[in-house]
């Protein structure tokens, strides 16, 4: 197998990273798949921290009782269960558990339904293995407290932005990028060189803008829809 350089060092790297994020985490993973649950629980980065992993929705719950994961890696799919629900259950008697989800299905109303139930993260097994994969980006945002979802599926959305949302001031949208990053208030503020209170009125101007509810609403919305790129 020829390997090439430029990829393998972004690859190495990658570990690296996911290794460093990872660190000092209790790990709870839980896959429908028996074969891919040996390997990620297997996998070095993800080995040193796993409290447990289980391939049904019960298996999962007993374990998180008991062991009090911080973060929760699952499939859609399990063995009997269903990993959304287990998502959703797990955040109700712990929301600060983080949770990254890996779908087989790339929609937005299966993204959504991920969203709904609590999911930190939404990842597609169609990026495992790319290096720079959903995986990586997901533990970088959620670490620093963001939410992560697909950028694929910026282009999958029928409503044009124009008609959707009032258009964002320049500042707005560097708040937005900002607040997808996952950074607080008082970092933005510390980031853009202003006032946490012009911090705080920006991101209220913000979800008034795009029509959603909070601030995780606005967070998702930008995801979708590529605004901390434009």
Do not use: W
Request: charged share 25%.
């Amino acid at each position: 197998m020829r390997i090439i350089p430029n990829k393998h060092n972004s690859l190495l790297n990658s570990l690296s990273e996911t290794e460093s994020l990872l660190a000092n985490k209790k790990i709870l993973v839980c896959s429908g798949d028996r074969l891919t649950l040996t390997a990620t629980i297997l996998t070095p980065e993800i080995k040193q921290s796993l409290i447990g992993g289980a391939t049904t929705e019960d298996e999962a719950l007993d374990i998180f009782f008991d062991r009090k994961p911080d973060l929760l890696i699952t499939s859609e799919h399990l063995e009997r269960g269903y990993g959304i629900r287990l998502i959703e259950k797990v955040k109700r008697h712990s929301p600060s558990t983080k949770a990254l989800i890996f779908l087989r299905r790339e929609s937005c109303d299966v993204v959504k339904e991920a969203r709904d139930a609590g999911a930190d993260g939404v990842m597609f097994v169609s990026t495992i293995g790319s290096g720079d994969g959903d995986f990586i980006n997901a533990l970088r945002i959620t670490s620093k407290g963001g939410i992560y979802v697909p950028k694929c599926l910026t282009c999958r959305n029928n409503k044009p932005l124009a008609d959707i949302i009032e258009p964002l001031s320049i500042r707005e949208k560097q708040v937005v990028k900002c607040m997808v990053a996952g950074m607080k208030n008082i970092e933005i503020a510390k980031e853009l060189t202003i006032s946490p209170e012009t911090v705080k009125t920006h991101v209220s101007t913000t979800i008034h803008k795009l029509g959603v509810r909070d601030r995780t609403q606005a967070v998702v919305f930008a995801l979708t829809h590529d605004l901390a790129n434009m």
